[in-house]
């Protein structure tokens, strides 16, 4: 199976902010990287696709980098609903995995 | 807008058999190009890929469960099910059904989820 490594684990931070996620597979996947959004109690929500594809309705201060073993999500200008728990699942290979979360708080 | 709902027991006993259906509105699930998919997440922790199965009926299983998943569709319906055999505590989660959408393979729509508890 391929191991996805999300850093860091959990992250403060204010609103108007920019954070970056950064997430690792523990082999090549291209760009076979989708990212999600998970609230609390809640469904995750597909934020990006193929690694930087922006998923239809999603606000365009989400942005997706990287190919290969390494990708980044980067919110610019953090606002307050985007405090929440966010998913980087590979697409490359069956079993898709995902990262074990990198929990947004507020600062 | 496609909507997925999953329902079934909330309290199954150990060493029987969880059973999940996910009912799909809002688009046809025999359409090409998606595959029906479980995901599971273990309280306070991670998902997991369960499974997924096209309309045609072609099945793939995460291996760690292989041998205790029966994924169905019933395309009359417009749902498909989850079947997991052998349950124990190990298996209490909430369990979402998602589709994927095929080539990235995404889960694009997911279902509410509903927690699964197992407990005698």
Redesign the interface.
């Known amino acids: 199976d391929i191991q996805m490594t999300q850093s860091p684990s959990s992250l403060s931070a204010s609103v108007g902010d920019t954070v970056t996620i950064t997430c690792r597979a523990s082999q090549y996947i291209s760009t076979y990287l989708n990212w999600y959004q998970q609230e609390p109690g809640r469904a995750p929500v597909l934020l990006i696709y193929a690694a930087s594809t922006l998923q239809s309705g999603v606000p365009s201060r989400f942005s997706g980098s990287g190919s290969g073993t390494d990708f980044t999500l980067t919110i610019s200008s953090l606002e307050s609903e985007d405090f929440a728990t966010y998913y980087c699942q590979q697409g490359y290979s069956i079993p898709f995995t995902f990262g074990q979360g990198t929990k947004l708080e507020i600062k | 807008q496609v909507q997925l709902q999953e329902s079934g027991p909330r309290l199954v006993k150990p060493s029987q058999t969880l059973s999940l259906t996910c009912a799909v509105s809002g688009g046809s699930i025999s359409s090409g190009g998606y595959y029906w998919s479980w995901i599971r997440q273990h309280p306070e922790k991670?998902?997991?890929?369960i499974g997924y199965i096209s309309y045609s009926g072609n099945t793939?299983y995460?291996?760690?469960l292989r041998s205790r998943i029966i994924i169905s569709i019933d395309t009359s319906k417009n749902q498909f099910s989850l079947k997991l055999s052998s349950v124990t505590a190990a298996d209490t989660a909430v369990y979402?059904c998602?589709r994927l959408?095929n080539g990235?393979?995404?889960?694009?729509y997911?279902?509410?989820?509903t927690l699964v508890t197992v407990s005698s």
């Open positions: 991670g998902l997991e890929w793939y995460n291996p760690s979402y998602a959408i990235y393979n995404y889960f694009d997911w279902g509410q989820g």
